[in-house]
């Protein structure tokens, strides 16, 4: 079975081989097609691949290429996670944001709908070529901004493409450790979308035992989304928040932590990530422990400008494994290719699962998976604060998705000034004319 992996030069890809390389059974991956635009990334990546790969008899073959058709043909699975102008585009993002006093984020708020503008247009491009020259593939999206991306190309391959995040199930894992629960088999019911979502219930043995932890004044304060928002606040909603959501709830916050911070979160990454590879331009550098250094760095200093806002200090060691996209990306490769049925978070299509979307609205739900794809479960419908929120976002991506069609100016400003962390359709004017005036991924917004 053939992966190709678009954005295969990214720093994160040697943690989607790492999870093929534990797999086995009979219909696993065989050969991993790395594409990228970048030769340089793509051969350090490989080093690190071929790095891992030692000492494993039927380890994955790897091959790389800057060709696009060449990746996408024979493709079993496609796993997209490109980045349309790179890190510095994401530095680029929140700067221009922040100078206008809001927030600066790579999937929330204005730094969110320019990565989109950016992306979009790619993505739909990419989708059609799928469509071309793999029809029968099956497209994992991680690209951010995840949701919205998903929903575009989901406009060309239908529900062939199902977004992944981690954040939820790394939530869910927290709520369940701290409640003495095996997360394997414990029902997360968590719903929105993506980095917009609420853990609502946990149950086990058919049991919700949220409300046991949401009493517990200790315990609701142990782990890093309690200790984000606070004890007070998770009682209020009855819920426990997706961590993006420390962006709405504590908007004033975090923007003043992202403009006082030395460096913004794509900044450090830029810098991080570019450190990294100028060391891999050497041909003595140990690729895989260079690599691991990175990543604990990069694990470790994540939200610190969140954490500052809350007075956290810094993660504690239990926090700083993640959901584990690249294990959510291999669950759903199994489930589909070997009808290993199973249930996972996942975003896609709402059809009718949510009443106040439309039916192709791309959501972030529990999802059961089989060869046929994702199928999101029934969920309960959500409290008039989160359809508040849920119903905004959505409208801004659409209002997204019409001015890429479109070629729209004015319609991009609309996707700016309807945001909700946005305050002025003056600011979202001034938001356009500053992100066209930075990226020429984004000429056509110039007329």
């Excluded at 009718?352 to 979307?357: A, C, K, P, Y």
Aim: proline share 4%; hydrophobic share 45%; aromatic share 6%.
């Amino acid at each position: 079975m053939k992966l190709t992996i678009l954005g295969g030069g990214g720093f994160r890809v040697p943690l989607v081989y790492g999870a093929l390389l534990g797999d086995h059974a009979e219909g696993r991956v065989t050969h991993v097609t790395l594409y990228d635009l970048d030769e340089g990334r793509l051969s350090a990546i490989a080093r690190v691949l071929a790095d891992q790969a030692e000492g494993v008899p039927d380890a994955p073959a790897v091959t790389a290429t800057t060709e696009l058709d060449e990746a996408l043909r024979g493709a079993d699975f496609v796993f997209s996670a490109i980045r349309v102008g790179g890190l510095e585009g994401r530095a680029a993002d929140e700067r221009i944001a922040l100078d206008e006093g809001v927030l600066g984020q790579e999937t929330v708020g204005a730094g969110g709908i320019a990565y989109g503008l950016r992306t979009v247009p790619v993505a739909v491009r990419i989708a059609r070529r799928i469509a071309e020259l793999a029809p029968d593939a099956w497209v994992i999206n991680f690209t951010n901004p995840a949701g919205l991306v998903t929903e575009a190309m989901s406009r060309v391959l239908g529900d062939r493409v199902i977004g992944i995040c981690d954040s939820p199930v790394g939530l869910g894992r927290r709520v369940a450790r701290v409640l003495g629960a095996n997360p394997d088999e414990a029902w997360i019911d968590y719903v929105g979308l993506n980095h917009l979502g609420w853990l609502r219930g946990l149950r086990v043995g058919g049991q919700d035992v949220l409300p046991r932890l949401l009493a517990d004044e200790e315990r609701l304060g142990s782990f890093e989304e309690g200790r984000l928002f606070g004890p007070d606040w998770l009682r209020s909603l009855g819920a426990v928040p997706n961590e993006y959501l420390h962006y709405y709830y504590f908007n004033r916050e975090a923007v003043h932590a992202y403009r006082t911070a030395e460096r913004t979160r794509g900044a450090y990454l830029r810098d991080q990530q570019g450190a990294f590879y100028q060391e891999m331009g050497k041909p003595d550098t140990p690729a895989l422990d260079a690599w691991h250094r990175t990543l604990a760095d990069r694990e470790a200093t994540y939200m610190a400008a969140n954490r500052e806002a809350a007075g956290i200090g810094e993660r504690d060691e239990e926090d700083l494994e993640s959901g584990g996209y690249e294990k959510v990306a291999l669950a759903l490769m199994r489930a589909i290719a070997r009808d290993e049925r199973t249930t996972l978070i996942l975003n896609v299509r709402n059809g009718s699962t949510l009443s106040v979307l439309d039916a192709d609205a791309v959501i972030e739900v529990p999802c059961f998976v089989d060869a046929n794809g994702a199928h999101p479960v029934s969920v309960a419908p959500l409290p008039y604060h989160a359809v508040g929120l849920v119903t905004a976002v959505k409208a801004v991506e659409r209002e997204v998705l019409a001015a890429v069609e479109s070629g729209s100016r004015a319609t991009a400003v609309k996707a700016f000034a309807l945001h909700p962390l946005v305050d002025s359709v003056a600011v979202a004017r001034r938001l356009v004319e500053g992100y066209t005036a930075e990226h020429p991924g984004l000429a056509w917004l110039r007329s």
